[in-house]
């Protein structure tokens, strides 16, 4: 088995990264929330997978630790915070209309082929376990943007928010074999932090506005 | 190293400690005191810098030189004195409702909490922690500007957030790739994060990651800033958050965030030195072009503002677009005068949300069209709206003038199209400024009088500093800006 | 400057137009009287009516101010000072070099403001419509004297009255066309400016036309008297200004006695001939309507500059 | 170590910012600010135009100030340029100071007296600071100080909307001017980056950057001096402030301005090339034609004032123009006659304005009237005011023998030598330019009779008129002092020229009085004694020589009799003051004749009408033709940026996606 990993770690991660991907653009397409929280999670496991196939391949004790808060922070807490204000706020079926999905998609794919692009004279420099990464985690930090800009519902929007997240850290774990952890910590902290905050602001939006939907936060402008 | 450790624990225990107590009927006089011994503190700090030279302190983990110690005695100044402001500002909100007693307690918390933060950012010598601690002043910041739960201040915190939140994450990337790439000269570790190793050593940091690099970080801490086309949460947090956050936002985060900004440049015109071709440097050319966007647009955007806070957050705008003209165009006098322009600023700024405070307290609302005859109810106040404005539109004496002056004449021998570009920004903002705090400030007034008397103290203290800056430069203060312009290039 | 044939010379002439002028109106008058077919009172009806007058009380409005009463001395003084500045017997006067051709349209302007002003004092609706349609005269007439005088001036190489009659004397063979623009120029404006037909009329007392007449309206007695000396003298001024820049034969050059001597009966004849010939034009135009006299001076003017222009243009 | 006059002078601005600040000890008493601080001011000013006068003829000073940027600190120089302005500044404001002494008795309203002492001074302080300012920095500091503190002064009576657009407006058109003044600076320093005037002077810039330079100076320094087509801030700016503070803007402040053309065109650039003296000559002559005949139609006694300064200044660009145009073609001579004239306008201007805004001053604060509509006969009530201000009146028409006539006179020489100019078209058109200036000297009579004769003279149109008092012994002593610095500066040309010559001299190589002094002492001679000469003193000997003798006459040979009645008036008994010629009507020939160059708005009644109303207002075409496009544009074009904030979030998502994206391609 671990010598299974050791010959073909370089094609696991590569695997799990592309796994990242593709829930990505899943979750571009994905109307319901509760599958998009559930498909941030599967993106977190992902994540966490990769994070320890890389500290197997490179030794970097640290990316265990780095996995094992991926693993607390992004597949077990905020999704259980996610799914506890969905439920809290009466959100759990909301479904989002979506702008011209296939459209989105096409813009997805250009959106990866730039990345990839932009990358390549950068990973010409990475190790070669990690080469491809450090596209695939600039392709998942633009198609969360893609999704955050899509979305006018809050609660999804957040999800895209963590999604880019999750592809800022495949980038420090893919590209450097992972940030120092103090730096990690300092990070996770303040995911957490920042969701928490969006969770009590969820409440007051709704409390105000008797909905989530940023549509209703246009008020703000110039006229 | 006590100093320094003073200086981050002081804002820290204050925040713990006002969490607990920040409702009480002394809470307002605990912050002020929790932000004088910050103060007081930053003062030994720079003290010993100057005598000392640049330390490098806490493991590593924190050092400073002449750059972040001035920006680390402005920052806890205009803390100490926006606090002084804000506690008959809150006590005037809160006796009319506007605020309840558990969001006074959120309120002081945060407020020492938002200090802590930026003095982290400030005398961090690892990059990510810089990340991490401006990250975290987003987050102290977001409730209070959703403070009075109003539909416009929640909106207002959610843009705030995401697209603060949404930009940095750009920066994080950035951080990262400059970690990738220095990791291959510095080891693996933390080491490759801190600023001064970084430094020692940015002639061998590989130029494509540092261009790629630099250009997220741009985007990611240009967000902070308010630079445009990046710039859209800032006037709207401004305007609906409480004043004395609206004074620290636009005096001290904006200078925060752009000094993080800085730091990167450095490194990455030191990484493609070697690669250029001798023109202008790939970091100064994307300042510049962001600079003078954002003073351009800002102009146009502030002769149209109907709120006076969002339009002096547009004026926050056009300066930071300024500043980062100057450093952009780099060199000894630009870099000076950016400085210099970033201390005025924040002072000024700040004088002028103090006062803007009490005047929308007065009038009862922030539209401008129904503030009038200031100087007759209050003249201090009104005086302290019109001298602020003066300065902060360049009017000499006024210090801000000197700053606008050499960044303006360095232009002009620098960069001769940027000049009139600029000079016709400066020349609309100033008439739409002018033209809507004049009948503020004249005639016939609508005002009432305030429930508590208003702090005017930090508003004239600003000024004066400003207004001595103008004329006179202290010389060791103006070495200090020297060196500082010297480590920045 | 100054010599004592020279002082001689300039009070010889300021007396000889102080007492003379009136004559000149009165020939002037009587000139129109045969023309009009009338047999006229004779050339010494002014000085008798300036007897007259002076014999008289003065009546002064309560309202009139010091300014009214000093108003006639000042005119009077101007006047005189200007007819003593322009050349008439001999180009050597002390007084030429204390003001030249620009300080003489000064001098006259001078006399025009208090002329209005004094009409303004009393407070009448004539005397301010007088006085405003006096101050539109000069404002249109003023500058188009100035613009004769410099089309000569540039000929001369001078603004000194002076210097400017002697070199037009000595050159009297060569032939200026700018000195015909500008001659057609000041007659017009010497017309207006001594309120004569078509301008304006010395003869009348209709409100609806009157210009000078106007503003001294409320002026009686001795003051009137001045007043009209004034205007004698004006006309006498610019007869001999015009005699001066556009016959500027038989004029003594230097001090000497002799030719002061045979200036006299020169200047007699030739203001002889210039009055008739005035005579002649009120007779023959009609009076204008008001508004037609900017026009009229605006024609005046540009025919002034275009002398000056011709002046610039062909003649260096 | 001795006190330089540079010192002396740089301790007496001081003096006036200590008496400015002196007014915040006791800002409500009006005993203490009145009748202490402004005689005190006066006295500062009498000293400093003392100190000035022994600065024209001594050698230029300069020295550093231990204030300013930490790498440009304060540089001062006086030079006999800077004293000459000085001597001007110092003079005019001992007059100003004593009148204010007077005339703040009872203290303006909205603004309390302490502050508006403060203002006041350091106007005063920041005009003389100005005019030592040896580098653009501490120019600029000076320049603006000045620019603020005259707009507090200006809208020291802000509770009116119409005075607060007024303020606003000068202070835009101020700062528009500072700024292109600041470029001028920047394309002078020639790439050195030093802003010091001594290296601008050691630069000689190209003709590109030269031109640039003068162009911008033009621009700035005539926004400040009202030059068309940015003069629509003074007849505003100048009714609206208090008269002692209409006079110092009028008679110091614009001179600033010209200080600074010449300053920076003869001095920092040089060498002017001969064409920029066209385009300051045809701005010149256009600003003093539009003044002059915008003056003709006003109805407000201080917007009539502030046309006519237009025309003034417009007069001094013309001699400025000139004297570039000499320059340029190195007539040296004759360029030092044409600055001559364009100095000694400068300081006749400053003389008799400030006398008739003082004037304005007294009659406003006896009647509380501003409207020629509502003012007549005042020379009865107000005696020592309307003397004095025949006087200005006088002189400002341009009539011997006060000041008015001499620079005028000297300006209309200097266009009598421009047929000798070496160029194929100006040597035609400047000498009929000359024709403009006759044009215009002629309609300020006409102006200044309408000013006089209807404020002073006639039937008070009011009943209230009835009551006035006349100005106060300390408004007497201001205005006796301008009133007597108008005949002085109108009869001793000599003396005055022998100063202006300390400044022709360095800025163009030559002066005009040696060749004077020569002809002897009575006789004003600018070039030869054949060619031209004045003697005011003669003049005015024998004129009042003639006056007395005839006055004299009449009483010996007739009589003195004399009877007072009712006005005569062509027989008609129902005289009132209403039959007297408004100020509208005594404008409506001027009006008539310039027709085209209003926008005139009439409303008149039918014939039918019971009570019939006439109104006219002839408003400023420039302001409708430049201004409001230029306003609506500038808002038309914000209007568009505003269409990228239109609140939603989405939006502002993609434009950092976008600008991320576009800098990565960038970047690639």
Known sequence: ?223 | MGEMTFLLASPLVGAVVLALFGHRRYAAEVNVAFSALTLVAAAVLTEKVIEDGPAILLWEQFFVDSLNVFLVALTAFVAMTTSLFSRPYMRIEHAHGKVTDAGLRLYHSMYQMFSFTMLVVLTTNNLGIMWVALEAATLTTVLLIALYRTHASLEAAWKYFILCGVGIAQALFGTILVYFTSEKILGPGVGALLWTHLDAVKGQLEPTVMSLAFVFLMVGYGTKVGLVPLHNWLPDAHAEGPTPISAVLSGLLLNVALYALIRFKVITDGALLAASDGGIPFASRLMMGFGLLSVVVAACFLSRQKDIKRMFAYSSIEHMGLITFAFGMGGPVASFAGLLHMTLHSLTKSAIFFAVGHAAQKAGTQMMDEIRGLMQINPTVGWGLMLGTAAILGMPPFGVFASEFLILTTAIAQQPWAAPILLFALGVSFAAIFGKVQPMVFGETTAKRLPHPPALVPVFTHLSLVLMLGLYTPPYLADWYRQAARLIG | MTSAAGLAAQFAELILAVLLAPMLTGWVNQCRAWLQNRSGPGVLQPYRMLLKLFRKEVVLAHNASPLFRIAPYVIFACLALSAAIVPTLSTDLPLNAAADAIALVGLLALARMFISLAGMDVGTAFGSLGARREMMVGFLAEPALLMVLFTASLISHSTSLATIVGTLAKNEFVIYPSLAFAGVAFTMVSLAENARIPVDNPATHLELTMIHEAMVLEYSGRHLAMIEWAASLKLFVYSCMGLALFVPFGIAEGGDSAGILLALPVLAAKLAVGGALLALIETLSAKMRIFRAPEFLGIAFLVAVLAMLVRVLLES | MSLTSLDATLWLAFVWLAIGGAGFLAPRNYFYIARVLFPLGALVGLLLAGVALDAVFHEPVSRVLPLGLPDLPFHARMDALSAFFLLLTGSVAAGISVFAGGYFRHGEQGTLPGLLCFYYHVFLASMALVLVADDAYFFMVAWESMALSSFFLVTTDHRHAEIRRAGYLYLLIAHVGAMAILMCFGALQGGTGSYQFDAMRAVQPGPVWGTVAFLLALFGFGAKAGLLPLHVWLPEAHPAAPSPVSALMSAVMLKTAVYGLLRVTFDLIGSPVWWWGVIALSIGLASALFGIVFAAVQTDMKRLLAYSSIENIGLIASGFGLTILFRGFSMGPLAALALTATLYHCINHAFFKSLLFLATGSVLHSTKERSLGKLGGLIHRMPWVAWLSLVGTLAIAGLPPLNGFVSEWLLLQAFLFTPGLPHAYLNMLVPVAAGLIALTAALSGYVMVKFYGVVFLGQPREAKLAEVQDAGLWKRAGLLWLAGGCVALGLFPLTVIGLIDEVTRPLTGFGIAGQSAASGWLYLVPISAERASYSPLLFLLVTSLLIAIAWLGVRLFYHGRMRRSAAWDCGFPYLDSRMQDTAQGFGQPVRQVFEQYFRVEQTVPSPFDPKPRYAETASDPLWHWLYLPFARGIMRATGLVTVLQRGRISVYLIYSFVTLLALLLFVR
Request: glycine content about 6%.
């Open chain 1, 1 to 223: 088995m671990l010598h299974f990993l050791s010959l073909h770690a370089a094609e696991l991660i590569n695997l799990c990264a592309s796994l990242i991907l593709l829930i990505a653009f899943a979750m571009l397409a994905q109307r319901k929330i509760l599958a998009l929280i559930n498909l941030f999670a599967a993106q977190g496991l992902m994540l966490c997978v990769s994070t320890v196939l890389v500290a197997f391949v490179s030794g970097q004790a640290h990316l265990y630790w780095s996995a094992l808060l991926t693993l607390v922070l992004k597949v077990l807490l905020l999704p259980w915070i996610l799914h506890r204000l969905i439920r809290k706020l009466n959100v759990k079926w909301d479904v989002e209309t979506l702008f011209n999905v296939s459209t989105t998609m096409i813009v997805g794919i250009v959106l990866v082929i730039l990345a990839f692009n932009l990358v390549q004279p950068v990973s010409q420099l990475a190790g070669a376990v990690t080469k491809s990464t450090l596209g695939i985690a600039l392709a998942s930090v633009l198609l969360a943007f893609l999704m955050m800009i899509t979305r006018s519902k809050a609660v999804p929007q957040v999800v895209g928010f963590l999604a880019m997240e999750n592809g800022l850290v495949l980038a420090a774990t893919g590209a450097t074999h992972g940030m120092p952890m103090v730096i990690e910590f300092g990070i996770a902290l303040d995911v957490l932090v920042g969701v928490l905050i969006l969770g009590v602001f969820f409440f007051q939006i709704r409390e105000r506005f008797d909905s989530l939907d940023t549509r209703h936060l246009e008020k703000l402008k110039e006229t």
